[in-house]
Nanobody, 125 residues
Framework: QVQLVESGGGLVQAGDSLRLSCAVS????????VGWFRQAPGKEREFVAA????????YYASSVKGRFTFSRDNAKNTVYLQMNSLKPEDTAVYYC??????????????????WGQGTQVTVSS
């Protein structure tokens, strides 16, 4: 059983930074690729970023590239999403997801097996 718990969301102003964390309970965390998705009110859940099992490869949506940084600490079974220069359009519930498969091209919600409950990020203008 794999469980994911997100934390670090909150209310910030445009231009501010936040760091999201996702703690993953898995016996062999290093075997899992991890992704971040977000869902704004009235919109579909969308891909934000992904990180490979080793952490050596990261992938970003064009809307966040250059502002967000995804990292992982396999010793702590935790991943981090550093979000800088936040914009009001970044407002959403952010979810982390995990999967054993190669995640380099996994962008769809249906392609990820395990999900957390989400954490709210609100960016005011």
């Amino acid at each position: 059983q794999v469980q994911l718990v997100e934390s670090g969301g909150g209310l910030v102003q445009a231009g501010d930074s936040l760091r999201l964390s996702c703690a993953v309970s898995a016996r062999t965390f290093s075997r899992y690729g991890v992704g971040w998705f977000r869902q704004a009110p009235g919109k579909e859940r969308e891909f934000v970023a992904a990180i490979s099992q080793s952490g050596g490869n990261t992938y970003y949506a064009s809307s966040v590239k250059g502002r967000f940084t995804f990292s992982r600490d396999n010793a702590k079974n935790t991943v981090y999403l550093q979000m800088n220069s936040l914009k009001p359009e970044d407002t959403a519930v952010y979810y982390c997801a995990a999967d054993l498969s190669t995640i380099a091209f996994r962008r769809g919600v249906d392609e990820w097996h395990y999900w957390g409950q989400g954490t709210q990020v609100t960016v005011s203008s």
